[in-house]
């Protein structure tokens, strides 16, 4: 089946840091790619997506592109701030299910 | 806009007792809805996922159980928890299948 394999975490950084956090997948098909963020005690905030290949998802500084040839949709971040850390999960949606798979999530910490 | 609520926000319950959470959606009508629960420090495991009023899957066989009496309602039942049904409980909604999923703030139940 389907699968997402997110870099293991914890993450720590300087603020104003370049930031990656890989995510390559495992998909029958072409699916749709998503990065959520979660802050502590809260749910999931959709962050960003991409639905085709070489598509780029953008949001709040963050930016992701889908490839296709390398089976991935690495977060990246050109500037972390403090107000950044957080737990970030990649997932896609499995083609035949049209469930959500989710990587195990990679926890950030920006220090001042 | 849409927007989705849960409650309550943490409830603290003593094994064997019953367990009902709540998940109601705004703004939008007949949503896929979904429940997951997140472990401390792990990833989201879906537990059921309704198409409609009354239509239910369950993912997990386990002493929990879902209802959809209402089109934007989505309940979340136990008769008698268990101290592994502690955790943060997550419920989601899309506009179908293949949709992004958007999450509520979600219940942190601890089992004692």
């Known amino acids: 089946g389907d699968s997402v394999t997110q870099m293991e975490g914890p993450v720590t950084l300087s603020e104003e840091a370049f930031l990656t956090i890989n995510c390559t997948y495992t998909?029958?098909?072409?699916?749709?790619l998503f990065w959520y963020v979660q802050y502590p005690g809260e749910g999931l905030q959709l962050l960003l997506k991409a639905t085709k290949a070489d598509d780029k998802g953008s949001n709040k500084g963050f930016e992701a592109t889908y490839r296709k040839e390398t089976t991935s949709f690495h977060l990246e971040k050109g500037s972390v701030q403090v107000s950044d850390s957080a737990v970030y999960f990649c997932?896609?949606?499995?083609?035949?299910?049209?469930?959500?798979?989710f990587g195990t999530g990679t926890r950030l910490k920006v220090l001042a | 806009s849409q927007t989705i609520h849960q409650w309550p926000a943490t409830l603290v319950q003593p094994v064997g007792s019953p367990l009902s959470l709540e998940c109601t959606v705004e703004?939008?009508?007949?949503?896929?809805l979904y429940w997951y629960r997140q472990a401390a420090g792990r990833g989201l495991q879906l537990l059921f996922y309704s198409v409609g009023i009354g239509q239910i899957s369950s993912e997990v066989p386990q002493n929990l159980s879902a209802s959809r009496p209402q089109d934007r309602q989505f309940i979340l039942s136990s008769k008698k928890l268990l101290l592994s049904d502690s955790g943060f409980y997550l419920c989601a909604w899309s506009q179908g299948p293949g949709y992004e999923q958007y999450f509520g703030p979600g219940t942190r139940l601890t089992v004692t």
């Open positions: 997932a896609l949606i499995d083609s035949g299910t049209y469930k959500y798979i």
């Open positions: 703004g939008t009508s007949n949503p896929n």
């Open positions: 998909a029958t098909g072409y699916p749709s």
